[in-house]
C-alpha cells in the first residue's frame, strides 16, 4: 500500500465511526489521528499539525463548530469540513454562510466516498 | 330670627361632614388601627370647625371666646393626629416614632402657649365675620408649626409614591395628596386674617379634604366616590333647605320652603338609589370583565403548557431520531469495510449476507430521515435550503435509473422522456430527490400491471406528470392523499404490505417548501393515477 503524505484528524465522539473513518483512511495510506471531543481536537490539531480536519459537529464539552473557529484562530492553513448526520438548515445554513467550512452528511456518503472526497479536498485527485 | 353666612354653613358644614365620614369610615370599614386614627382625625376637624362655627356664630364676645379656645385646641391637635394617620397609611409608624414625638412635644407646648397672651389676647370683628382671633407676640408659632407639619406630610406621600410598588396604595397616596393640597392649603389661609390682613377664602375648600380622605382611606375604588359625592352633595342640600324651612319669613315663604325641600328630599333620594344601582351595575360588569380575564389568562397557560408539551415531545423525537442514526451510520460503514475488503477477503455466502445487512441499514436510515423531515416540517423549522442551479431533468433520469430495476422485477415498464431543454430552477436537490422519489416510487408499488410514465413540460412553471396503470383512488382517498401520516388506502394495504403512509405527505411538504404544489388525479379504483407536480422556474 502506498503511503500518502497528508495527515488527517478526525474528530468524532462516536467511537463506532470513529474507529471505521481511521480503518478507511489508514488502509488508504493516510497518517491518523483521532480526538474524541472539541476540547481533545484542539489540543490534538496543536500536537498532530493535521493537513485536514473531519469533524462531528455535536459533540460534548465543546462542539465541532466552536473547535473549528479556535483552531482557525491560529491554522489558516488546515482543511476543516464537518461530517454530520445533522441535516437541520438552521445548522447547515450557518455552516455554509460561514464560507469557511465544507460539510458532510454521514448517512448520505458511503465511506469510500467520504476518503474520495477528501482527497479531491486535499488535492490529491 | 337666625341667618346663616356662607361662612358660618361651611364651619358647620365641615364639622357635621368630617365626623360623619369619620364614623362611616370607621365603622363599614375594618376596626384596625388605621381606620381608628381617621376617626380620632376626623373628630379632632370635626371639633376644630364646630369651634370655628362657634367663633364666627356667637353674638357675644363671652361665648365666643369660649369657643376660640376649642377652635385652637382643635386647630393645634389636627396635625399632630392627621401624621399619625399617614404614618399609619404608609406603615412607617415605628420609623417615624421620633417625627410623631415631636409633633406631639410641639402641640402640647402650644396647648399650653394657647392659654397665655403670648398666643391671643382677644377677639374682634373681622372681614365681616363676628369674631376673630386678635394673635399674641408668639402666635407665630402657631401657624409656623402647622406649616412645618403638612411640609414633612407633603414630602412623605410624594417620597412614597414614587418608592411603593402596590397600585392601590398609590391611588390612594393621590387621594391624600390632593387631600393635603385642598384640606391644609384651604386650613392655613385660615391664619391670613391675623397675619396678613386677608380674608381666609381656603377655609371653604377644607370640607374636600375630608371627603378625599374618607373616600382614600375606605377604598380606591372610583365609584364609590361618586356614591359618597352623591350622598354628601344630597345631605348637605337637604340640611340647607331644612334649615331654610325654620328661617322662613311667612306662611307663603314657609310653604315654598316646604314644597321645594320635599321636592329636593324625593330627587336627592331618587338620585343616590340611581347612583347606588348604577355602581353596583358597574361593579357586575367590572367582575364579569375580572372574571373573563381570570378565564383567559387560564386558556393562555394552557396553550402555552400545551405547546410546551408538544415542543418537548417533538424535540423528544428528534434526539431519538438522531441517536438512531449514529449506530446506523456506523452499521452500513462497517458492511462497507468488509465489502470494499479493508477486513480480508469475504467469501461469496458472507457477501450477500452483508450486501442484505447494508441494504435494510440503508433503508433504516432513510426511514428516520423521512421521520425527522417530518418531525421538523410538524415542527416549523427550515427543513429546505434552496440553491440554484438545480437540473431537475438530471435528478429525474438518475431516481428513474435508481428505480428501473425494481419496476422491471414487477414485470412493468418505467419511462421517461427527457425533454431537450427545461431551465435550471432553484431547489434543495436532496429534499427534492427524496420529494420525487417518493411518488415515482409509489406509482411503482402500487402498479402491478402495465406501468408508469414520466414526463416534464416547461411553461412559467415546471410540471412534472408521473402518470401510472396501477390502483388508482377513490375521491376520498384523493382528498386526504397529502395530508395524512400514517394513513393508507385499503387497497394499498393489499398492494403493498410494507408501505408506512409518510412518503406522500412528505413529498408535498417539500414541494411547498420550494413553493411549488402537488396534486393527483384519478378515474377510481383501479383506474390508475396521475400526480402533478409544479415547482416554479424562477
Redesign the interface.
Known sequence: MEKIDKKILIVED?E??CS??K??FI?EGFFVATAGSGEEGISMAEKEKPDMIISDV?MPKMDGIEMAKKIRETNKDVVIVFLT??????Y??AI?ESGEFDYW????L???EIVSKAKIKLGLK | MITLTLFQVSALLTAAVSLFLGLFVFFNGEKNRLNFSWLLTSIVISVWSLGLFGVVFSTTKNIAWFWQYILDIGGICVPVVYLNFLLHLLKKERKWLGLQIFSLAAGSSLIILNFTNFFKTGISPKFGINYWIDPGKLYLSFPLYFALIVAIATIVVIREYYLTADKGLKQQLIYVLMAQILGFGGGLTDFFPQIFNIYPFGNYFIILYVIFISYAALRHHLFDIKVIATELFTFALWAVLSIKIFLSTGMQDLALNIGVFAAVLLFGALLIRGVLKEVKQREKIEKMAEDIERAYEVEKKANFELEKIDKTKNQFLMAIQ?HL??????M???S??LL?G?YGKQNKKTIEVIKRFKLSSSGL?KMV?EF??IT?FQLG?????LKPGVDVSALIEQIASELKFQAEQKGIYLKFEKPEYIPLIKADL?KLRVALFNIFDNAIKYTQKGGVEIKIENGKVLRIISSDTGIGMSKERLQKLFNSTFERGDDAKKTNATGRGIGLYLASEIIKAHNGSVRAESEGEGKGSSFYIELPIS
Open positions: 462516536d463506532d465511526f471505521i473513518l480503518i478507511k488502509s455535536l448526520n445533522i441535516k437541520e438548515v438552521d447547515t445554513k455554509e452528511i454521514k448517512s448520505d458511503p465511506i469510500a | 438522531h442514526k449514529t449506530p446506523l451510520t456506523s452500513v460503514g462497517y462497507e469495510l470494499d479493508t436510515i430521515n425527522l423531515d421538523q423549522k427550515g427543513v429546505i435550503n436532496e
